[in-house]
């Protein structure tokens, strides 16, 4: 289907199911959106995310950005993951080499979130999964960035029903619990991954976010403060770390000179949609700048009902982004 380019803008994309957590990744010319397939099933909201019950996911493929995606179909079901009970959330997918390499999160057969990787010839797979976990991986919403340099770093995380809030120094502890008031906040994941993308090359590390004063952000910053969904990615030379705040709804960009941080808060890349979660993805698609996110108008804010929608974002000479709002 054809259409006006402006007119897709802002519109639900795959409006045969709800969809969120949009990866949107440019691949041979194409792009390819790697969503979180939401259920239409009803369950109670709670602070534990128990309501996002996903169990496979669907690859879309873009021809372009004024024409509608394509279902290419299942692309991974969670019984085909042998390491995996419930919850398949946000996953991302890279290109190395000729395969595809598609991240995702799950709970473990004990409840742990950990994450996977799947593999196939095509980006569309489907893909096969890993038996294990990554080992050492913990927590949800692996984003898979690609540096220019040819190196490959996986960031993620989720606080509250992500559990990364149970984490200090990659070690879970039963009494870990999101810091207050002016204790340094959670941070974000990143590491390294091994030449053949499968397990990381190094411990985890922290990606630091300081204010604008240079001071690492802190419990109380909740409307700067990571909660999960983030997306890496390189303009300029400069990176850009960018995620969701979580409790204020706001999707962030900060800056860093290197890919570990530590990073500088930016500021707001869009504001508050309909529905609980906020989660997105930026790609460059022929010159121009794409946010993908999600929204729940649609369900009348039913938050596990989310619809995959896509701007156009712009930056200023500075680098900075201009906010948007949904
Ligand atoms: O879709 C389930 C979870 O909701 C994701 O993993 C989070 O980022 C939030 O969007």
């Known amino acids: 289907m054809i259409m006006d380019n402006s007119s897709l803008e802002k519109k639900v994309l795959i409006p045969e199911t709800f969809s969120a957590d949009p990866s949107a990744n440019v691949f041979n010319?194409?792009?390819?959106?790697?969503?979180?397939?939401?259920?239409?099933?009803?369950?109670?909201?709670n602070d534990n995310g128990d309501e996002y019950m996903m169990e496979d996911y669907h690859v879309y493929e873009m021809d372009d950005v004024n024409t509608m995606p394509r279902d290419c179909g299942m692309a991974l079901h969670i019984k085909d993951i042998p390491w995996a009970s419930i919850q398949a959330w946000a996953p991302d997918c890279a290109e190395k080499n000729g395969t595809y390499y598609f991240y995702f999160p799950a709970r473990d057969k004990q409840g742990m979130f950990?994450?996977?990787?799947?593999?196939?010839?095509?980006?569309?797979?489907?893909?096969?999964?890993?038996?294990?976990p990554i080992k050492g991986s913990y927590s949800i919403d692996p984003c898979i960035f690609p540096d220019d340099d040819g190196q490959y770093y996986l960031t993620w995380g989720g606080i509250w029903?992500?559990?990364?809030?149970?984490?200090?120094?990659?070690?879970w502890g039963k009494d870990n619990k999101e810091p207050e008031g002016d204790e340094l906040a959670v941070c974000g994941k990143i590491a390294k991954m091994t030449d053949d993308m499968l397990q990381f090359a190094e411990e985890p590390r922290d990606i630091v976010v300081l204010d604008e004063n240079?001071?690492?952000?802190?419990?109380?910053?909740?409307?700067?403060?990571?909660?999960?969904g983030p997306w890496l990615f390189k303009r300029n030379g400069k990176y850009y770390f960018t995620y969701s705040t979580g409790d204020t709804h706001l999707l962030i960009w900060t800056v860093s000179d290197n890919v570990y941080g530590p990073y500088t808060y930016g500021g707001v890349i869009m504001t508050p949609p309909v529905g609980w979660t906020t989660h997105h993805s930026i790609c460059e698609f022929k010159g121009k700048w794409y946010l993908f996110y999600h929204?729940?108008?649609?369900?009348?804010?039913?938050?596990?009902?989310?619809?995959?929608?896509?701007?156009?974002?712009?930056?200023?000479?500075d680098g900075s982004i201009i906010t948007v709002n949904p």
Do not use: M
């Open 114 to 132: 950990r994450l996977g990787v799947a593999t196939a010839k095509n980006p569309e797979g489907p893909f096969k999964a890993e038996p294990e």
């Open 29 to 45: 010319g194409k792009i390819y959106i790697y969503p979180s397939h939401d259920r239409d099933i009803v369950l109670e909201h």
């Open 295 to 317: 929204d729940c108008i649609r369900s009348n804010g039913v938050n596990h009902h989310r619809d995959v929608k896509f701007q156009e974002i712009k930056f200023r000479d």
């Open 214 to 228: 240079g001071k690492p952000l802190t419990g109380k910053d909740h409307d700067k403060r990571y909660f999960e």
């Open 161 to 171: 029903g992500g559990q990364l809030d149970q984490y200090r120094n990659n070690v």
